[in-house]
């Protein structure tokens, strides 16, 4: 069992260091939790200057951290030159504490251990005091999530006030959608509907977007890496997805094509293709991800090839639990795709509803979105109309919102026609 994470005590004090709205963190944290000296160090630096209504920034830390001021320096640019992932302090902090506990508790058992042959209490005696000591290593351990209601209130007025877009939430690069829904908030939100809907190349039309301004992650279940590049050639080129499959290009083609590739590789999305994978294991590609580099989106498509230890529907109620509690942990928006029974296109009225979700979803889901396109079931309906149903929204309105989707190139815009 790991028992110090050193990058996770790092990621704590670099983003304290280099976000003033964070120095309340401070008094959430306890020195003893930080398993390395310097960065103990650094956080009694920080602590005492929280103490005298001073700001935290590097230039203040170093003058209040004992030894050379040249060797505070170079620790401190160390904290703030590595890769930082602000949204996840709370479960860093978890992490830390969680290992000084078991530290802790380790030194405990062994300090019991050299005392049995050395001890002159009677045995019950001994075994009673080396119990409470033992039991004594977890207190204060479930605290963390343990919060005065009013703690990070100001920081979140000011925010507020000065315009600040809340922590985790991206926009789709839609603008009706973020206008009017805000985008795609930090939980789980299930994209779901019949296939030729058009649900992966939106979900990998907004990952697209959401990559000009972040990472994003694609994890698929199902389609190959070069088969969702085909899609994304497609998407930045205007070319048809047949066209770059079969490789047919037309006359002076060739330039688009390349133009296009140059799009996406300017773009921080990327693909993992894994067929197979358990909840455990997305849960461990999206950790390593983020191991690296702040994570602003992750598509997970999709639900019905999760593997399962067994196909009944309590296990995949879990599944989707735990997608749920993998997302919300991780502090980055989750848009998990859902293939709907195919029982709908008995109903006259073929637009989906929350209860078409097949045990999943629902209830887990902080966001349902449909996309539908009338033209799959009605030929005389238009082929590049596509309804985004927002069917469930807990951080605001529901209704449906239009867009325009050219399915041959894989293109999806706002919608300029009537409504």
């Keep these: 069992m790991k028992t110090t994470d050193l990058n996770a005590e790092r990621s704590i004090l670099g983003s304290i260091l280099l976000n003033e709205k964070l120095a309340y963190y401070v008094d959430l944290i306890k020195a003893k939790w930080f398993s390395d000296r310097l960065n103990r160090d650094v956080f009694e630096a920080m602590r005492q200057l929280r103490q005298q209504k001073r ?18 320096s170079i620790t401190i640019d160390s904290l703030t030159s590595s890769h930082i992932t602000s949204t996840r302090i709370d479960e860093y902090m978890r992490i830390i504490q969680e290992m000084y506990h078991v530290r802790d508790l380790k030194i405990k058992c062994q300090s019991v251990l050299s005392d049995i042959d050395s001890t002159e209490q009677d045995p019950m005696t001994f075994v009673t005091d080396s119990a409470a000591k033992i039991s004594d290593a977890g207190k204060g351990a479930v605290t963390i999530r343990t919060k005065k209601a009013s703690l990070g209130i100001v920081e979140m007025c ?44 939106f979900a990998l039309a907004i990952a697209k977007n959401i990559g000009k301004q972040s990472n994003s992650l694609f994890v698929s279940l199902e389609e190959s890496h070069e088969s969702l590049q085909v899609r994304l050639l497609a998407m930045a080129s205007g070319i048809r997805v047949n066209d770059i499959r079969r490789r047919t290009l037309q006359s002076g083609a060739n330039k688009t094509l ?13 693909i993992h293709h894994e067929p197979g994978l358990t909840v455990e294991g ?30 009944d529907q309590s296990t995949k109620e879990a599944a989707s639990k735990g997608l749920a509690d993998m997302i919300g942990l991780g502090g980055y928006p989750g848009l998990v795709l859902h293939q709907l029974n195919k029982s709908i296109e008995q109903r006259e009225d073929k637009r989906p509803l929350p209860s078409d979700l097949r045990y999943v979803g629902e209830a887990d889901a902080r966001m349902v979105i449909f996309p539908y396109r009338d033209f799959v ?43």
Excluded at 56 to 72: E, H, L, R, Y
């Design 377 to 419: 079931y009605n030929e005389d309906a238009d082929p590049r109309r596509m309804e985004v149903i927002v069917a469930k929204n807990n951080n605001g309105p529901v209704g449906t919102i239009l867009l325009e989707c050219r399915m041959e190139t894989m293109q999806f815009a706002d919608w300029r026609g009537d409504y």
């Design 258 to 270: 390349m133009n296009g590739a140059g799009l996406i590789n300017q773009n921080n999305l990327y």
């Design 55 to 72: 700001e935290i920034d590097p230039v203040t830390v170093v003058s209040f951290m004992p030894g050379k001021v040249s060797d505070n």
């Design 158 to 201: 000011d925010d507020i006030l000065d315009g600040t877009q809340p922590k985790g939430l991206v926009k789709t690069g839609f603008m009706k959608i973020d206008e009017v829904f805000g985008g795609l908030w930090p939980e789980m939100t299930i994209l779901g509907g019949r296939p030729g809907m058009g649900k992966t190349g």
């Design 282 to 311: 997305i849960t461990a590609v999206c950790k390593r991800f983020q191991s690296e580099r702040e994570l602003g989106l992750v598509v997970i498509d999709h639900m019905d090839r999760i593997a399962l230890k067994n196909g």
